[in-house]
């Protein structure tokens, strides 16, 4: 299965420009999409297909990449972005999540 | 307005079964596959596998193969998945998602919490 890698946990204040990376094990194409998910909530679609915002989703949110190197940016971060963040593939099967990137505002 | 409407939270004894409903409203239940993913307390996300409204066809990872059953009622628009011999490392949230022609998840149940324990 294709693994997706990305770093535990971030702080940042209200007002910063902060980026979540995911690298995956093998080629994804462009077929990576980014969540959002607060506790005890379930997953909200952010960016799919690596750079295309969601329908709703503010602006503040970007996604760029392709093949291996992903990046979900959020600039500029209000105190309601506190959650984790998960990227996911669907070019390889079966579709797979990272372990997830714990954003703190301070 | 889209809606995924699960089944509340069920506690079951190991070996049992279990059988989740997913209800939906708001757009053509046959025009779009529905998935099923599993979140263990604090873990990462895994898809179970996919299911046709329009004709029941389905997917399965591997990994949930002879362990979860999907199947359809499009007379009600409801997903259902059944999950089988049940055991603690069947406790989980189970979420259903509506899959995008973009291979994407965009709509998603609440969640329903499934805890194996005699």
């Known amino acids: 299965d294709t693994v997706l890698t990305q770093s535990p946990a971030l702080a940042v204040s209200p007002g910063e420009r902060v980026t979540i990376s995911c690298r995956a094990s093998e080629s994804v194409s462009t077929l990576m999409h980014w969540y959002q998910q607060k506790p005890g909530q379930q997953p909200t679609l952010l960016i799919y297909?690596?750079?295309n915002l969601e329908s709703g989703v503010p602006a503040r949110f970007s996604g760029s990449g392709s093949g291996t190197d992903f990046t979900l940016t959020i600039d500029p971060v209000e105190a309601d972005d506190t959650a984790t963040y998960y990227c996911?593939?669907?070019?390889?099967?079966?579709?797979?999540f990272g372990s997830g990137t714990k954003l703190e505002i301070k | 307005e889209v809606q995924l409407q699960q089944s509340g939270a069920e506690l079951v004894k190991p070996g049992a079964s279990v059988k989740l409903s997913c209800k939906t409203s708001g757009y053509t239940f046959s025009n779009y596959y529905m998935s099923w993913l599993k979140q263990m307390p604090g873990q990462n996300i895994e898809w179970i596998g996919n299911?046709?409204?329009?004709?029941?066809?389905?997917g399965y990872n591997q990994k949930f193969k002879g362990k979860a059953t999907l199947t359809v009622d499009k007379s009600s628009s409801t997903a259902y998945m059944d999950l089988s011999s049940l055991t603690s490392e069947d406790s989980a949230v189970y979420f259903c998602?509506?899959?995008?022609?973009?291979?994407?998840?965009?709509?998603w149940g609440q969640g329903v919490m499934v805890t194996v324990s005699s």
């Open positions: 299911i046709y409204g329009g004709n029941g066809g389905t």
């Open positions: 297909l690596a750079s």
């Open positions: 998602a509506r899959l995008t022609t973009e291979d994407a998840f965009d709509y």
């Open positions: 996911q593939q669907s070019w390889n099967d079966p579709p797979t």
